[in-house]
């Protein structure tokens, strides 16, 4: 919804509506909305590798636009956050404030297996910043429950020497996350080090104000509702091919150590 509030209220600055057309109806509403003529042009979401929706995209003769980046994004036009950048921003920080081991707890299952390729794309980032720092990253169970997290968070524990550090892209798993590492003893800026998603005003609510890797979604919905604008005021018929990754940045907050001064 952070998504779709953005685009709506872009889209009016452009003097167009949306209409939202549900996950469920797949490739069938894609064509029901073309074929009716009720629609100017497509922004599709919750983008997956092998997307089912994406055989009839291209056939259609309005402009369509992915947020989100499939594995064949040939003759798409593409707009993502670059989630390899914020895993690499993520490791190379935490490994400047001196960390040499680096747990980044995952997607939940449900996002992991909907097989969308941000995730292989933010542990691609991180692995390939931490082997250029000389650093070891490890890859843990994320969920929506306890039980995993916890267990997730004593393995990090058991193979850390010196100040533990976490990422937590998810924004599922941060408060558990938190509550874990609590009842450890551990607090975050102090003997362990948080870098996780969220909100600025989700952020600063954290008993410990989190930093956080911002993935920049207003900014991406501005983008995507600017890209397919243009694309109508062409009136140009597809194919169209392009893509776009939108930079991340971190937001330091309480929740990290800082690299000493002079560093």
């Known amino acids: 919804m952070e998504f779709v509030s953005v685009i709506a209220s872009t889209a009016r600055q452009y003097d167009h509506d949306i209409l939202l057309v549900t996950e469920d109806e797949g490739a069938a509403g894609l064509r029901r909305v073309v074929g009716q003529q009720i629609c100017d042009g497509l922004i599709l979401m919750q983008v997956e590798d092998e997307d089912e929706r994406l055989p009839v995209a291209r056939t259609l003769n309005v402009p369509v636009l992915l947020i989100g980046i499939p594995r064949d994004p040939s003759g798409l036009v593409c707009i993502d956050a670059d989630f390899e950048m914020a895993g690499e921003h993520c490791v190379r920080d935490l490994a400047a404030a001196g960390h040499s081991v680096i747990s980044i707890i995952d997607w939940q299952p449900a996002v992991v297996n909907r097989h969308v ?21 490890q890859h843990l169970p994320g969920g929506p429950d306890q039980a995993t997290i916890a267990d997730s968070v004593d393995k990090a524990l058991a193979a850390t020497q010196g100040v533990p550090a976490f990422i937590a892209p998810d924004r599922t798993v941060q408060d558990i996350l938190r509550r874990a590492l609590a009842s450890r003893g551990l607090t975050p800026g102090v003997n362990v080090s948080i870098i996780g998603s969220a909100t600025p005003t989700l952020a600063e609510l954290q008993p410990i104000p989190l930093s956080t890797i911002d993935l920049r979604p207003a900014e991406v ?3 995507a509702v600017k890209i397919i604008c243009q694309l109508l005021e062409a009136d140009s018929q597809g194919p169209h091919e392009s893509l776009e990754l939108v930079p991340t940045v971190i937001t330091h907050r309480s929740s990290t150590l800082r690299p000493p001064h002079g560093t």
């Open 117 to 137: 390729n941000y995730v292989d794309r933010f542990m691609g980032g991180a692995d390939a910043a931490a082997e250029a720092l000389g650093v070891s990253v």
């Open 221 to 223: 919905s501005r983008r």
